[in-house]
């Protein structure tokens, strides 16, 4: 299986700042088949990135994904007070898919 | 905008069965596959497995084959069954919307999670 690798576990960060958050494969994810996710305290996982860099919709253009192979980033280039949450990323690209363990991004 | 309704038992001793069940309304069941992932402390976001409305599924090996997931199309409903449960399948389980097509696999849509505890 393709193991996701996310770094780093947490970043602690002021609201208008900017933040970049990794995620490596453990072997290439075809066709950008990479999303980033959003949860927030007691909610469920919220879609933001497809395809590696395609915003879900709705989502706010201050987010963005980019990468390819084995190498993703999103990056969230001034940071909202809801944007406080935990992100993660998801491989959908094979069976059975898997998901990175998640940063933290903390003011 | 689809609406994933989703229940069961909350508490299970060690080697019962786990058995969820999630409602889909609000928008095609036939044009999406139905996924169920869990989230745990110690192992995080952990795919379970997925069914079409056709009732082909896919599940995570991870398991070793305690998983049955199945559908009623009549209902617009998708179930999950854990046999044999132990401490550590301690979490909150997610029905969720999984596209087909150009973009499958990808999981869109998620439903407001189940806890699901095991303990003696």
């Known amino acids: 299986e393709i193991v996701l690798t996310q770094s780093p576990g947490t970043l602690s960060l002021s609201p208008g700042e900017g933040a970049t958050l990794s995620c490596r494969a453990s072997?290439?994810?075809?066709?950008?088949?990479l999303a980033w996710y959003q949860q927030r305290r007691g909610q469920a996982p919220r879609l933001l990135i497809l395809?590696?860099?395609r915003r879900a919709t709705g989502i706010p253009d201050r987010f963005s994904g980019s990468g390819s192979g084995t190498d993703f980033n999103l990056t969230i280039s001034r940071l909202e007070p809801e944007d406080f949450a935990v992100y993660y990323c998801?491989?959908?690209?094979?069976?059975?898919?898997?998901f990175g363990q998640g940063t933290k991004v903390e003011i | 905008q689809v609406q994933l309704q989703q229940w069961g038992a909350g508490l299970l001793k060690p080697s019962e069965t786990l058995s969820l069940t999630c409602a889909v309304s609000?928008?095609?069941?036939?044009?999406?596959?139905w996924s169920w992932i869990r989230q745990s402390p110690g192992k995080g976001l952990e795919w379970i497995g997925e069914?079409?409305?056709?009732?082909?599924?896919d599940y995570n090996p991870s398991f070793g084959g305690r998983v049955t997931i199945s559908v009623d199309t009549s209902k617009n409903q998708v179930s999950l069954k854990l046999r044999t449960v132990i401490a550590a399948d301690t979490a909150i389980y997610y029905c969720?919307?999984?596209?087909?097509?150009?973009?499958?696999?990808?999981?869109?849509?998620w439903g407001q999670g189940t806890q699901v505890t095991v303990s003696s």
């Open positions: 072997q290439s994810v075809t066709s950008n088949s």
């Open positions: 998801h491989q959908y690209d094979t069976s059975p898919r898997t």
């Open positions: 069914i079409n409305y056709r009732g082909d599924t």
């Open positions: 395809g590696a860099s």
């Open positions: 969720a919307r999984t596209l087909m097509g150009f973009f499958y696999g990808l999981t869109d849509h």
């Open positions: 609000g928008g095609s069941f036939s044009g999406y596959y």
